[in-house]
């Protein structure tokens, strides 16, 4: 009967290793990707605020510059839209973008005229519309002239200094969750709890990564494209403080280095997908351009569509090969139904 235990354990070794390949990936994604990127956000969360708390001014550069840091840091952790981010939709909470109808400026207007004293309390500010919370409404705070120029002064401090209050304890409370149990679920998915095994949690991951990219491609790229008849420049995410650009780089940045961890144990897909994540990159620092202002212009607008292209031939690779490899396909993301 040996041979036929032998022969069963060695059936069993390519199974056992990929298990054990899987289980480190996670680890990896989860210590070098997940909880450092969660951990930048709340500490320059918190930087913003202190910064605030000293010198509201708009004008601030010290303020502009703390600012810059943690949205930053957001953007590079914003594809991770899955546990702690998604709890009272505190990924809304930080980033209400795209806001199609303008909600963010009229929310924070109506603040403005009715003087609201609910900026006097962070508690009670988490409880306003989710349009006036947030990274997008505190740029209309620092970046739109309208806006810094409605009401008196003393309460467009007070607003600064909560909005960027709450936006800390917002990062401060996702970094918690992850902490406290929910790194773990992914470390020991079990029966019982929010991942049944780690093919659920790779293929958490890979959604992540999948979403992320279609994001980039079809929100960050496509709003300002619009159509040739019709660009759409205003559109372009975070335009008034000329990141628009920026995001791009910072998410395809933190989409590469997830895929590279996601397509580790192959060595000549992550070269190719490496390669295809270098296209795009240099393609969008070659455009200079900030806030994506040439759409309008058809021979630049050109090279934004090429961008996007390259960013839609990433999206395929993870598709067609890192997805096989896996074993996991993209399924639903937070895109659908939107």
Known sequence: ?????????????????????????????????????????AVTAQSLTNTAADNCDPTSQDLKVAYGAAFDAWVSVSHLR?????????AFALAFWPDSRGATP??????IAAQDPVVASVANYSEVSIAARGFYAMEFLLFD?????????QYHCALVQTVSADIAATT?????????????ELRQPSADGTYR?????????????????????????GRPLGSFDRPRPKRAEAHRSGR????????????????????GGDAELAARLDARFQTALSQLEALNDPGFASVADPQSRLKVEVLQQSVDAIRATVRDELGPTLGVAAGFNALDGD
Do not use: C
Not at 26 to 40: A, C, K, M, R, S
């Open 197 to 221: 095994s780690t093919a659920e949690v790779l293929q958490e991951l890979f959604k992540a990564l999948s979403t992320g990219l279609q994001f980039t491609s079809d929100t960050r790229l």
């Open 106 to 111: 009229r929310a924070l207007y109506s603040l």
């Open 1 to 41: 009967m040996r041979p036929t235990y032998l022969g069963f354990a060695l059936l069993l070794l390519p199974a056992l290793a990929q298990a054990d390949a899987q289980s480190d990936a996670v680890e990896n994604i989860l210590d070098d990707h997940i909880l450092p990127g969660f951990e930048q956000l």
């Open 82 to 90: 899955f546990g702690p981010t998604e709890v009272d939709d505190r």
């Open 244 to 263: 628009s650009a920026q995001h791009v780089m910072l998410s395809l940045t933190a989409l590469r280095d997830l895929a590279a961890r996601l397509a």
């Open 172 to 184: 401060q409370n996702i970094y918690a969750d992850w902490q406290s149990g929910f790194a773990q």
């Open 145 to 153: 002239d309208a806006i810094r120029r409605a009401g008196d002064a």
